[in-house]
């Protein structure tokens, strides 16, 4: 019983480890027409079981859709035309490092919180140029005019963060 | 005049119902509904009741009252970003046999319908966490909550799972479902807990 207590803390700091930047935070699950990744700089085609990080900026084309679940099992699913970018991610409920931060700058989107919604509501936010949405364990959608910006001046993707 | 007026009003109306940016309240998938809360600069709105939706076209206007958007204007509008949501993820516990890496009878029409679910969603990934009960010594339980971890990977691989997105892990009997004293059989704790999304 005295390596009960061993074998715990040995388990916690891998679990402290497991929160690194390279893990995939979800996958997606659909897409049809132009589906687009902007992964460091560089915009890549998405589809159907590839990983997602974080910072990634998903953008869909015309007559395009995108439907992915992060490790919650937050579904987020985006009609044509729409940019998305997955901004902060935390799932690791041992450690009780918890969050979602997404920004629309344009387009439609669909948003059903898993896990998250439940465990810490209070840490998701789904951000558009002209106002940040909350949630309490629950479904929306979100529709936002192309051409516009955030307060901060950028458009999805943060100035200074990529790369 | 009166008749101008009423277009006027309508045409205000429609107007109105047409903003830059809104946000719309739904039910969830599975029944029943939340609460969204909306804020800009200006103030918030809480949208609570399904259907109903509040504008937010300006950082230094507040989101504007509810009002119902109407199914069909909804569909018109989110037709697509419907149609691309992903199926909800399912849980599966599985339950094994006392001290061996073999699923439970009791468990093996849960067993085949993981698999079924497996099979059937496109882009799959799973996260599989292997579970002891307390019989027996912990680094031995630490060996076969892994194993049998290990066992129900594999046969997510073989359903189609590609192995690079089951994320596995192991507690032996650090997580029981149930607490029992040291060395006590109990076969809802023998288990592997498995996530499909």
Sequence with gaps: MRKL????????????????????????????????????GATRPIKVGDALYENDTLKTGLESSLGVTMKDGTTLSAGPETELLLDEYAYAP?????????????GTLDFVSGMLGKLAPESVSVETPTGVIGMRGTHFVVRVEPGQKFPDGTSARRAGKEG | MKRTILALALVLFAGACAPKNYVVLLENPEGGSGKVLVATNEGQQVLDEPGTATAIDKTTRAPSSPWVLGVEKIQEVFARAFTARPEPFKRFTIYFVRNKVQVDPASQA????????????????????????????????????????????????????????????????????????????????????????
């Excluded at chain 2, 009997?173 to 704790?189: C, G, Q, S």
Aim: charged residues 25%.
């Design chain 1, 5 to 40: 207590s061993l074998v715990v803390l040995v388990l916690s700091l891998l679990g402290a480890q497991v929160a690194s930047a390279a893990d995939p935070i979800g996958y997606v699950k659909t897409a049809t027409g132009t589906t687009t990744v902007v992964r460091a």
């Design chain 1, 94 to 106: 041992q450690n009780n490092e918890l969050g979602f931060a997404a920004r629309v700058s344009q």
């Design chain 2, 110 to 197: 849960d067993f085949d319908q993981m698999l079924s679910e497996a099979r059937k969603r496109p882009g799959a990934d799973a996260t599989v966490a292997g579970h002891a009960d307390r019989t027996g010594p912990d680094a031995r339980n630490d060996g076969i909550s892994l194993l049998r971890a290990y066992k129900m990977r594999d046969a997510l691989v073989t359903a189609g799972i590609p192995i690079e997105r089951i994320e596995l892990s192991e507690y032996g009997e650090t997580r029981p479902a149930v607490p029992t004293a040291d060395d006590v059989p109990e076969l809802r704790n023998r288990r592997v807990e498995v996530t499909i999304r």
